[in-house]
């Protein structure tokens, strides 16, 4: 659970290996906890066999995804 304050943005996480936004602590799909708040871009892949953008930076499952990691 993430508490915070009012009026304080809450930054996801995303995994700095596949570069999926992840919910809890760790990636469900690397098995990770090399997580990061410093990211930018943002891209939602909803069929990744048909999609271009996917094809070209290697994204095989459907999710949200950061395009930029630190």
Known sequence: MV???R???VLPKVCR???RV???ESCVICSTSNLS???TGY???IDPRHSEV????NIDLPGRYA???R
């Open 43 to 45: 891209l939602v892949v």
């Open 3 to 5: 508490v915070r304050r």
């Open 7 to 9: 009026g304080e943005k």
């Open 17 to 19: 290996e596949c570069h």
């Open 54 to 57: 996917a094809k070209k930076i």
């Open 37 to 39: 708040t410093d990211w």
């Open 22 to 24: 992840v919910d809890g």
């Open 67 to 69: 395009l930029k990691v």
